[in-house]
C-alpha cells in the first residue's frame, strides 16, 4: 500500500484479555516504530526496530507488551493480560533509513479500550 | 530521556492570522522535526531542520532553530480554519538513539 497501515482500528477488551496489533509498514522502510499515545497527550516511545531486529524495547512499559517483526515488514505489538491503562491509540511508524533518523510515516493508529 | 516541550498548549486564533508555537528540549541534537496531527488520525511530518541550520521554510511554514538555547520555533502564515490540529516538535529521544520524543503539543485552533 501507499501508507502504513494498521490493524484493527478499534479494539475494545475486556480487562485480563489479550490483544495483538498489526502494523504494515511502508514497503522497502528499514525502521519501526511503536508508540502509545494517550488521550490529550503526545506519543510516548514504545520500541524500535530496524528491519527484524528489536534494537531499543525500552519504552515497553511492562513485561505484558511484546512486538516482534519476524521478517523485517510486518510488526505485530502483543499486549498480555490488559489492564484499564492500557486504553489508548497505538501508533506505528515507519521510515526509509536505518541508520540516520529522517521522516517517520505514521499509521493511523490503533484505539484500544480496555473496559 | 528528553521530550520535546511545546509552548502555549493551546492556541486559539482568526483565519488570516499567524500562529508562533515553540519547542524546547534538552540535550544536543543532530535535527528536530515538526508533525501535525489532525484529531483522530495518525501524525504528519511537516518539515525537519538540521543543526546546522537556523531556519528552514516550507510554503506558509517557517521553522527556525537554536541550538545554544535548544529551542526552535514553528510559524504558520495566513492561517486556515484546516490548519486546526495539533502539532508536535520532535527531537531524537537521547544522544545515540533513534526514535524521537513528543511533547504534549500545541492544539491550535483556527477560527474561520
Known amino acids: 500500500g501507499a501508507g502504513v497501515s494498521q490493524s484493527p482500528r478499534y479494539k475494545v477488551a475486556k480487562r485480563g484479555q489479550d490483544v495483538a496489533l498489526r502494523c504494515d509498514p511502508i514497503s522497502g522502510h528499514v525502521s519501526l516504530f511503536w508508540y502509545q499515545q494517550a488521550l490529550g497527550q503526545g506519543p510516548e516511545f514504545l520500541t524500535y526496530f530496524q528491519n527484524e531486529a528489536q534494537l531499543d524495547k525500552s519504552g515497553l512499559p511492562s513485561d505484558r507488551f511484546f512486538a516482534e517483526r519476524p521478517e523485517g515488514s510486518v510488526s505485530t505489538l502483543k499486549i498480555q493480560r490488559t489492564q484499564q491503562e492500557d486504553s489508548a491509540v497505538y501508533l506505528c511508524?515507519?521510515?526509509?533509513?536505518?541508520?540516520?533518523?529522517?521522516?517517520?510515516?505514521f499509521g493511523e493508529g490503533s484505539r484500544l479500550t480496555v473496559l | 530521556s528528553q521530550q520535546g516541550e511545546e509552548d502555549p498548549q493551546a492556541l486559539s486564533i482568526q483565519e488570516g492570522e499567524n500562529a508562533t508555537m515553540n519547542c524546547s528540549y534538552k540535550?544536543?541534537?543532530?535535527?528536530l522535526q515538526w508533525y501535525r496531527q489532525n484529531s483522530g488520525r495518525g501524525l504528519v511530518h511537516l518539515i525537519l531542520?538540521?543543526?546546522?541550520?537556523r531556519e528552514k521554510h516550507s510554503g506558509r511554514l517557517r521553522v527556525t532553530l537554536d541550538t545554544s538555547k535548544k529551542s526552535s520555533s514553528l510559524l504558520i502564515t495566513a492561517s486556515r480554519a484546516a490548519d486546526t490540529a495539533s502539532y508536535f516538535c520532535?527531537?531524537?529521544?537521547?544522544?545515540?538513539?533513534?526514535?524521537?520524543?513528543f511533547g504534549s503539543g500545541t492544539r491550535l485552533q483556527v477560527q474561520p
Open positions: 531542520i538540521r543543526s546546522n541550520e
Open positions: 511508524a515507519s521510515s526509509l533509513e536505518g541508520v540516520r533518523i529522517g521522516e517517520l510515516f
Open positions: 520532535a527531537p531524537p529521544r537521547d544522544t545515540g538513539r533513534r526514535a524521537l520524543t
Open positions: 540535550t544536543s541534537i543532530n535535527n
